[in-house]
């Protein structure tokens, strides 16, 4: 069955650096997508960032790009959320997602497979 773990969220102040990671298990993630998503108090969960795990193509939200880098290590089946200039904004609870091939990176609807979030917390 199909795991997503999230870890390396955590409090920073504005400004500030954070790598969340992703550790896939379950399958083999090949013909898969991996996003990130995230969620803030009362809002819907949005796209943040993906990953085409076979050839490494990337995909950004406007409000990220320039600042958030998404990256995956095959050796370790991870995934990567490198986020930079930190700003208060950014706080949500930030989502792992894995889907099937290529298509419709910033729909969550074509993530069939979710982690359990992990928290982030920008202060300004």
């Known amino acids: 069955q199909v795991q997503l773990v999230e870890s390396g969220g955590g409090l920073v102040q504005a400004g500030g650096s954070l790598r969340l990671s992703c550790a896939a298990s379950?399958?083999?993630?090949?013909?898969?997508?991996m996003g990130w998503f995230r969620q803030a108090p009362g809002k819907e969960r949005e796209f943040v960032a993906a990953?085409?795990?076979?050839?490494?193509?990337?995909y950004y939200a406007d409000s990220v790009k320039g600042r958030f880098t998404i990256s995956r290590d095959n050796a370790k089946n991870t995934v990567y959320l490198q986020m930079v200039s930190l700003k208060p904004e950014d706080t949500a609870v930030y989502y792992c997602?894995?889907?099937?091939?290529?298509?419709?990176?910033?729909?969550?609807?074509?993530?069939?497979?979710w982690g359990q979030g992990t928290q982030v917390t920008v202060s300004s």
């Open positions: 997602a894995a889907g099937r091939g290529p298509q419709n990176v910033r729909m969550k609807d074509d993530y069939g497979y």
């Open positions: 379950g399958r083999t993630f090949s013909s898969y997508k």
């Open positions: 990953i085409i795990w076979s050839g490494g193509s990337t």
